[in-house]
């Protein structure tokens, strides 16, 4: 169908060609040149007069291809044009010597040497003006063609351009407002922790008024010095700053099954509101804690936990050898200096059980969040602890190290933001991207760390 679609656009045209060689006249050839650029002025009169008016272009148009096989900004390339550009001329193709008979015989050479004088005579006397008027014309034509397909196809490619700017200027205005309202929730998210850790704080003095006022806390021989009314300070900065008793609980979920196998009492230093000691309990694992802050034991001791009021220490040191089937220090060693450091590794050696287990946790001074906001905000901590340094001062204790346990990850939603790719940007936007999610990873890593470790142990 496509092929008689063309002999009659062929056939039309060669009647267009005949009607302006009939007006013309006789010796009068069309001026082919003329007609193409009337062509050419009158095609770009048309675009410029609707370059307004033509419907902007979609993600769509990029993915476009008509019935004809013919890709968006790929004109140039089409088979049909390739076509033209091989056979505009089609007066060569009239040979004399493709003419042959089926005759044999000295009438068979006579009717050849005749159809081909004929063919001769017709092509180069007869024919010879409308054949060049016609190879003219296919010229100008085939060449006019090239021409748009070129324009054709450099516009497309200038539409893609402009329509990957609109797209990246689109996502970087989403990106901003994006930005804004993380920005907004982060700040109304800052508000409500601080005021709920406010009311954390109140609740906690007012739940507990009558036992951290106690002036005589269980246990006070073992206290260095006498018994002194309760400093609540401490207590109430717990209350505000380190979390609820439910959420410590939850965080220190980790740790019952560090116990569980313990063949003796587990030993908790810096035991504060007894929430280890409550989730000890209920996994019927035999323990009990050890705290400098009287406000802290009686709260604990209130909620039925097993806690004395002593440096923790000291504690270790009255104990008889191999005595204990478990140490375990949440949030203390920042707390103690290089020589309570060494000593208490030292006694976790000599008091503990062969193959018991020892666990302290500490803040990360790795994660720069951790750092500035949990430890600077205590003002009794001594010094950060790295993991490194601290595993290293236990393994020249003889104690051996099980695993460094990250701990207490931080939000998603308070970490560095990765820019999402979109499949219509540009291999170079791609690149840069990728390049700057890569830079936000190492940010997160080095700022939004794991705020807290766990050093565990196990006494040879």
């Known amino acids: 169908m496509r092929g008689i679609a063309r002999r009659e656009e062929v056939l039309h045209m060669s009647e267009s060609v005949r009607e302006l060689a009939k007006q ?12 193409m650029a009337e062509i050419r002025e009158r095609i770009k009169s048309d675009i410029d007069s609707s370059l307004d008016s033509r419907a902007g272009l979609s ?12 890709s968006y900004g790929d004109m140039q390339r089409s088979e049909e044009l390739k076509l033209l550009n091989r056979s505009f001329s089609f007066r060569g193709n009239i040979s004399e010597a493709s003419i042959t008979t089926h005759r044999r015989g000295l009438l ?9 004088f ?16 016609e190879e003219d014309f296919h010229i100008n034509l085939v060449r006019f063609l090239n021409d748009m397909a070129r324009y054709v196809d ?21 990106f901003g407002v994006e930005k804004q309202l993380r920005d907004l929730s982060v700040a109304f998210e800052g508000r409500v922790k601080t005021l709920d850790q406010m009311i954390r704080g109140l609740e906690g003095m007012l739940n507990n008024q009558a036992t951290i006022c106690n002036t005589t806390p ?8 006498s018994a002194a009314p309760a400093d609540i300070s401490y207590l109430l900065l717990e209350n505000r700053f380190r979390g609820s008793e439910a959420e410590i609980e939850r965080r220190l979920k980790v740790y019952p099954p560090m116990f569980a196998t313990a063949k003796g009492k587990v030993l908790e230093i810096g035991s504060g509101r007894g929430e280890l000691q409550r989730l000890l309990k209920s996994d019927k694992i035999e323990s009990y804690g050890v705290d400098l802050d009287p406000a802290m034991v009686n709260v604990a001791n209130a909620a039925g936990c097993n806690t004395q009021f002593g440096d923790g220490i000291a504690h270790l040191r009255s104990l008889p050898d191999r005595s204990l089937g478990g140490l375990v220090a949440i949030q203390v060693v920042e707390h103690l200096t290089r020589q309570q450091l ?12 062969p193959g018991s287990t020892v666990a302290f946790e500490t803040i990360n001074p790795q994660s720069v969040l951790a750092l500035s906001s949990n430890y600077f905000r205590d003002p009794t901590h001594v010094w950060p602890m790295h993991p490194d340094t601290l595993g290293y001062m236990a393994t020249l204790a003889g104690l051996a190290i099980k695993e460094v346990l990250p701990l207490s990850p931080v939000s998603p939603n308070q970490l560095l933001k990765e820019i999402p790719v979109d499949s219509s940007h540009l291999p170079a936007v791609k690149d840069a991207i990728s390049r700057i999610n890569e830079n936000i990873k190492q940010l997160n890593a080095l700022l939004y760390g794991s705020q807290d470790y766990c050093l565990v142990l196990e006494v040879p």
């Open 218 to 225: 269980p246990s006070a021989a073992e206290a260095p010095g």
């Open 154 to 174: 450099a516009r497309d490619n200038q539409a893609l351009s402009r329509l990957a700017r609109v797209d990246d200027e689109k996502s970087l205005a989403i």
């Open 24 to 35: 013309a006249g006789p010796q009068e050839r069309p001026d082919i040149p003329a007609l």
């Open 342 to 353: 060494h000593e208490l590794f030292a006694l976790a050696k000599a008091k503990l059980l």
């Open 59 to 70: 993600k769509a148009a990029v993915r476009f291809a008509d019935e004809n096989g013919i």
């Open 108 to 116: 068979g050479r006579l009717l050849v040497k005749f159809k081909r």
């Open 118 to 133: 004929l063919t001769v005579f017709t092509r180069d006397a007869v024919l010879r003006d409308y054949l060049q008027a």
